[in-house]
């Protein structure tokens, strides 16, 4: 256990530490995105990987996340940190109230079940006109401010904000891993009815499994509305987005702290600098070598890279033993 | 007015229940979802496309021909993809086919550009039956029949055929299945063939009423998942249902709200059903 | 006078036309091992699932400790301590065999170290200490009905209902699950068995209720059971009939 706190730990000294060394600004970019991302997937991972209720449609409280702090600043100019709390809270009233009816569904049931309702948020936002509908909205440029969370001499603050986030993720899914709260979503992953006659409200626990993720991710989704600066419905409540949450994920290692770490550090560099060389020429070149490679992973390492990793290690302590 | 609504939503329906009978072949048998599924559809529609742009052939001299390099397409995916993932622990299976459709897709765009293209003439093209006030596109019309038609035949093929039986066999248990003889891998590249078939046929059919694009697959496929659950995973008869019912809550809701709450509406339905009947209309 | 810890009341459960329980009542006292027997289809393991929360009876009550738990959820009545283990053994595949016991003791445990505490007591009493950091889907067999028990044990329950922890060992682990039935017993945990390795569960039983059908058909002590001629022409056949004369003989 120590052994794995320690490797934690070297892991955020180097995240946070590496910007200030690449000076570059791109490489800057990617490491916000990568932590943004590595942040979604360990809250993702909390509703999917611990209690194993699949979830196709956590875009739905990114979106949220990105839309509350968003509109309350464009009407009313509110702070988007109170718009980060605020979403939050939202998202897991809303997460609570659809858990309620998807609940009920087990396995791809369930999993269609959340994408469905992401899809019908996003819906709804495309054709709501307070909202600006599908052209989105554009947040309005102010003076850097760390009180507006705008920022535009340089993306240091993005990348500390960013990086508090990361780490707040992380810390949540640690200490639901390492407590009674883990060992009850592995037990309601592992077999519903073992968990229940094991004395746990599985309903229950699903539900706050559920709004913890929900929460975490519509903070992030609040970040990434004042990073990029414009919101559309396509763009937060897609199925792109949700999709890239997962696959990361599973990509590094589905239920493990260091997987969305892993996923987020392989596929989000992968993906923007395949993006800068190739995706200039809007023939899909990016996309495809990006899809190419990620086919290929899942080919060759099927049980995520985390479990690469694992492996060599059981390997390594099994040859401990026989020479012993 | 209801009742050329109602003509609209069945006819569309039809077609997406062959998709989603496509899709369902797979999902219940292999427990695997393909998220390439649209993406096969759209190649078909190319394929019709290219057909009739370069060898003026009508798309419906084109279907055996969309129809077998969708099934190959499907055969391929099995052998070089699906196959490697199938026994993957976790939603690595998924996590393949999601960066197949990315492939698939963006090597739709390199090759032949996002932008929309028609295809033209078909014997059928603009035609269409007056029934007392309703009017039916013959295109809509020969889409629904076809869909329905291939669908009897899938249907027929799975509980009729050796190699149906030997499929529901293996949706049992692959290992059981093995014991009794079946070899179990050539029935899945057998399953992803006649899923691509389905496709195949649908996006032939769909080619002379709608763009055909990179994108042209991706909205059905999606539906393709919530028609699928709502009938039954593996359940074909479901899938068919439930893809008629998809099709009419769109056109009725499309109708009544607005042509943008179709889809969240389809959704819904979902949602709403499956309250009542936590496995599909058809699951157990 | 011992008091009745577990009371069925004319419980009937029926899916569609097929009535898998017809009215069966009987009573479990503080303290007693009772053995549920009877054919397959009998509907033994459908009346666990009623008791345990799992299914909703058509008619009848269950009473646990004076409280009544028809239709209460599974998890409220393992709180209460009624708990049970699975014919087809559910062990938390993915997890540890510590990890698996563990998940039970949190239950009744105000902490983590407390709960490690419970946990570790449990692996030791129920010799899985050994196996601990397994993976618990790795186990055989044997000690993965072993391991059924030992979680369910660390919820720290006041009556256990075993459904065929037997069935499918061999003779010296039936011989281990027999022991560990008569130390749980003697811990004073009343219990509830499910068998059909009847050498096994007849000498521990004080008492042993026979359905059959759907219908209880019988109820009383081992030696009445094995001489009740309904009970051997339903069930138990001329086999296990001579066999037991044989057995009594000996004695």
Redo the contacts between chains.
């Keep these: 256990m120590a052994m794995k706190n320690r490797l934690l730990y070297v892991i955020s000294v180097v995240a946070l530490v590496l910007p200030f060394i690449f000076r570059n600004v791109n490489f800057q970019h990617i490491m916000i995105m990568l932590l943004i991302f590595a942040g979604l997937g360990e809250s993702w991972n909390i509703i999917t990987g611990f209690a194993g209720q699949t979830s196709f449609g956590h875009a739905a409280f990114f979106g949220i996340g990105a839309y509350t702090s968003t509109i309350l600043f464009y009407k009313f100019g509110i702070s988007p940190w109170v718009g980060m709390l605020l979403g939050a809270l939202f998202a897991a009233v809303v997460s609570a109230i659809v858990s309620y009816p998807c609940f009920r569904l087990k396995g791809h049931y369930f999993a269609v079940a959340t994408l469905a309702v992401a899809e019908i948020i996003k819906q709804l936002f495309v054709s709501w006109d307070y909202v600006e509908g599908a052209t989105g909205i554009s947040i309005p440029v102010k003076p850097d401010s760390f009180w507006m969370m705008q920022f535009h001499r340089s993306k240091i603050p993005y990348f500390l904000i960013a990086y508090v986030l990361f780490i707040v993720s992380v810390v949540i899914a640690v200490l639901i891993e390492r407590n009674k709260m883990g060992y009850y979503l592995k037990a309601i992953r592992e077999s519903h009815e073992a968990a229940e006659a094991l004395g746990i409200n599985t309903t229950r626990y699903k539900l706050y499994a559920m709004i913890v993720s929900s929460a975490v991710t519509a903070m992030f989704g609040t970040l990434y509305a004042q990073y990029i600066l414009y919101i559309d419905p396509f763009m937060v409540f897609g199925l792109d987005i949700s999709m890239k949450i997962v696959l990361l994920t599973v990509l590094g290692g589905l239920g493990t702290v260091y997987g969305p770490i892993i996923g987020s550090a392989i596929l989000i560099p992968l993906s923007e600098y395949t993006r800068a060389f190739l995706g200039g020429t809007g023939k899909g070149i990016d996309l495809m070598i990006y899809g190419a490679l990620i086919v290929i992973v899942a080919c060759f390492e099927p049980r995520g890279v985390f479990g690469l990793f694992q492996r060599s290690k059981k390997r390594g302590a099994q040859y401990a033993k026989t020479t012993a | 007015m209801f009742l050329q609504v109602i003509l609209t939503g069945a006819l569309i329906g039809s077609v997406y229940s062959l998709v989603a009978v496509g899709l369902t072949l797979v999902?219940g048998l292999m427990d695997i979802?393909n998220f390439a599924h649209g993406d096969m559809m759209m190649i078909s529609m190319y394929t019709v496309f290219w057909l009739y742009t370069l060898l003026k052939f009508d798309p419906f001299v084109s279907l055996p021909i969309s129809a077998g390099i969708t099934a190959l397409l499907g055969v391929l995916i099995y052998k070089?993809?699906i196959k490697?993932?199938v026994?993957?622990?976790?939603?690595?299976?998924?996590?393949?086919t999601?960066?197949?459709?990315?492939?698939?897709?963006?090597?739709a765009?390199?090759l032949w550009?996002?932008n929309y293209r028609f295809v033209g003439e078909s014997i059928l093209s603009g035609k269409r039956i007056f029934l007392a006030d309703l009017i039916i596109g013959l295109p809509q019309l020969a889409a629904a029949l076809g869909s329905i038609v291939m669908t009897f035949l899938i249907a027929l093929f799975i509980k009729k055929t050796k190699t149906g039986k030997a499929i529901q066999a293996t949706a049992q248990g692959r290992d059981i299945a093995e014991l009794m003889g079946v070899n179990t891998e050539k029935i899945y590249a057998i399953t992803f063939a006649l899923s691509g078939i389905c496709v195949g046929v649908a996006g032939t059919l769909l080619s002379g009423i709608f763009p055909v694009y990179?994108e042209a697959g991706a909205m059905y496929g999606?539906l393709a998942?919530?028609i699928v659950?709502l009938g039954g995973?593996g359940n074909i008869w479901g899938a068919f249902y439930a893809g008629i019912l998809i099709g009419l809550t769109e056109a009725l809701g499309g109708f009544y709200l607005?042509t943008?709450?179709k889809?969240?509406l389809a959704?819904?339905i979902?949602?709403l059903v499956?309250?009542f009947r936590?496995?599909?209309l058809f699951g157990w | 006078m011992p008091r009745p810890l577990l009371e069925i009341q004319n419980v009937t459960m029926k899916f569609g036309n097929l009535v898998a329980n017809d009215d069966v009542s009987f009573s479990v006292n503080e303290g007693e091992i009772v053995s549920l027997i009877g054919p397959n289809g009998a509907g033994k393991t459908t009346l666990f699932n009623c008791i345990s929360g799992f299914y909703k009876p058509v008619s009848g009550k269950i009473i646990f400790d004076g409280k009544d738990i028809t239709g209460k959820s599974t998890h409220e009545i393992t709180l209460l301590g009624l708990t049970r283990t699975f014919q087809i053994v559910k062990p938390l595949k993915e997890m540890t065999v510590k990890e698996n016991v563990l998940t039970g003791a949190f239950l009744h445990a105000k902490n983590k170290k407390e709960a490690e505490q419970i946990a570790q007591k449990v692996l030791q009493t129920t010799h899985l200490w050994e196996k601990k950091d397994m993976l618990a889907g790795s186990l055989t067999i044997a000690d993965k009905k072993r391991l059924e028990i030992a979680r369910m044990l660390a919820t720290r329950p006041r009556m256990m209902m075993l459904d065929e922890a037997m069935a499918g060992l061999n003779r010296t682990e039936v011989k281990e699950a027999m022991e560990l039935c008569l130390m749980l017993n003697r811990d004073g945990i009343t219990l509830l068995i499910v068998e059909h390795v009847m050498e096994a569960i007849m000498p521990i039983s004080n008492r042993v209720v026979v359905l059959s059908a759907g219908k209880k058909i019988a109820e009383g002590s081992p030696e009445q059971i094995i001489n009740n001629e309904e009970v051997i022409k339903a069930y138990l056949g001329e086999r296990y009939y001579a066999k037991s004369r044989q057995a009594n003989s000996r004695i």
């Design positions: 999902w979802i070089f993809v490697r993932v026994n993957a622990p976790g939603l690595m299976a998924l996590l393949a999601f960066g197949l459709s990315l492939f698939i897709r963006n090597f765009q390199f550009s996002p990179p999606l998942f919530v659950a995973f607005g943008q709450f889809y969240a959704f819904l979902y949602l499956l309250q936590p496995k599909g």
